[in-house]
């Protein structure tokens, strides 16, 4: 982010919603948006990114300089996706010389994407624009451009909560606007009845199972929690060797392990090697492996989150929303993972600080319906809500804040 300062400044009244789509899911979306919200006159437009206009202007200023803060976040969004790119199965084979050659073609890319999205921005000053997520390539240098003019955004994305959805003036995921003190929790005042809190149904454990286990879900590589928001954990190779540290360490404990159903990757070479200690699950349902474990070990999965309405104890080994001390444990290195493990029966649960964690996503700052599964009328009411105090100028009491 260009500043991290300053934000609620930005919020001042706004004439119009302009949603920018970087994906067909996010066209479809956006423009059923346009239909069914209701936002008291304000006009709110979709746009895709190829309705962008194509600006001759920005093409030629590609070889002339940059401001260095716009410049280094640029750089660091090519980074990013260089990295991702190296990460991918695909992309593990190629030469030096190809990822010499592809950062210097991103880089012209993104300083044409950014002199293009400028331009369209400063014709759309008086807008408050929407974006997807906000951290894949497009989205991010529409991003840069938006803050460097000043222009205040909104960041939608399905989550935190599993079936609902989330418009944040900040971000998602760990960059979302949601508190990270535990005393912030504490003293919110739920008003949600126990019947209406976020559940889940019991599930029936497996016989296979080991009677005592700790739970772990691999994540997708390419993935923006893992190549953006895991400073310690690369890929799921790198989890799965501190698996096998801790395995070593605590020699009574089981260790269960699924791998994403959506990841391509091919994990056979560490499943064949048949650890006593480490078992993995292909065929059975995550919720079942959260129920029925001890604790659970992420990177920063949405599982995670899945944990906490189970009300089980979270070791935490990358930035995620919920990833703050009081709530989850926390470690950002192996010595700190083998303390949390180590003291993990004397760690005692704060659930009163949890379920009111869970019932201020639920009731203030999330959106309820998946907006990428057909969301419902009580989804678009609620969103138009929040997207009508963004629009006069409360972003941040759209979240409760």
Not at 26 to 49: D, I, N, P
Not at 79 to 100: E, H, T
Not at 271 to 291: A, C, G, M, S
């Amino acid at each position: 982010m260009l500043w991290s300062l300053g934000l609620r400044a930005l919020f001042t009244m706004s004439k119009r919603l302009i949603l920018f789509a970087a994906s067909r899911d996010q066209a479809r979306y956006f423009e059923a948006l346009t239909q069914h919200v209701s936002l008291m006159g304000k006009q709110v437009l979709a746009v895709k990114s190829s309705q962008i206009p194509f600006a001759f202007q920005a093409l030629f200023k590609v070889f002339l300089p940059l401001p260095l803060n716009v410049l280094e976040a640029i750089e660091h969004q090519v980074c990013i996706l260089q990295n991702r790119k190296k990460a991918s199965r695909k992309g593990r084979g190629k030469a030096q010389w190809f990822w010499s050659l592809f950062g210097f073609v991103e880089t012209l890319r993104a300083k044409y994407l950014f002199g293009r999205y400028s331009l369209w921005i400063a014709d759309n000053k008086d807008a408050l624009i929407g974006v997807w997520n906000g951290k894949k390539f497009r989205q991010a240098i529409l991003v840069i451009a938006a803050q460097q003019q000043k222009v205040p955004l909104v960041f939608f994305e399905t989550g935190p909560l599993p079936g609902y959805s989330v418009v944040d003036p900040e971000g998602v995921d760990f960059y979302a606007a949601t508190p990270r003190r535990i005393d912030f929790y504490k003293q919110y005042q739920c008003r949600l009845k126990p019947e209406e809190q976020l559940k889940f149904e019991p599930v029936k454990k497996s016989q296979d199972l080991p009677e005592s286990y700790i739970f772990i879900p691999f994540q997708v590589v390419e993935d923006s929690n893992i190549y953006l928001h895991s400073p310690w954990i690369k890929d799921m190779r790198a989890l799965y060797s501190e698996i096998e540290a801790l395995a070593e360490k605590f020699s009574h404990q089981q260790f269960v392990i699924k791998p994403h159903p959506a990841c391509p990757e091919d994990y056979t070479d560490i499943i064949d090697k048949h650890h006593p200690q480490i078992h993995f699950v292909l065929d059975k349902p995550t919720i079942e492996l959260v129920q029925h474990a001890e604790a659970v070990i992420t990177v920063n999965s949405t599982v995670g989150m899945e944990a906490l309405i189970a009300h089980k104890k979270v070791i935490v080994m990358g930035q995620a929303i919920y990833g703050f001390e009081g709530l989850t444990q926390p470690v950002s290195k192996q010595s700190e993972l083998i303390q949390a493990l180590g003291e993990l029966e004397t760690w005692q649960l704060d659930e009163s600080a949890v379920n009111n964690y869970l019932c201020y996503l639920q009731e203030d700052y999330a959106i309820p319906g998946d907006a990428m599964k057909g969301p419902t009328d009580e989804h678009w009411a609620v969103l138009s809500k929040k997207l009508q105090l963004c629009l006069d100028g409360q972003a941040y009491q759209s979240i409760g804040l």
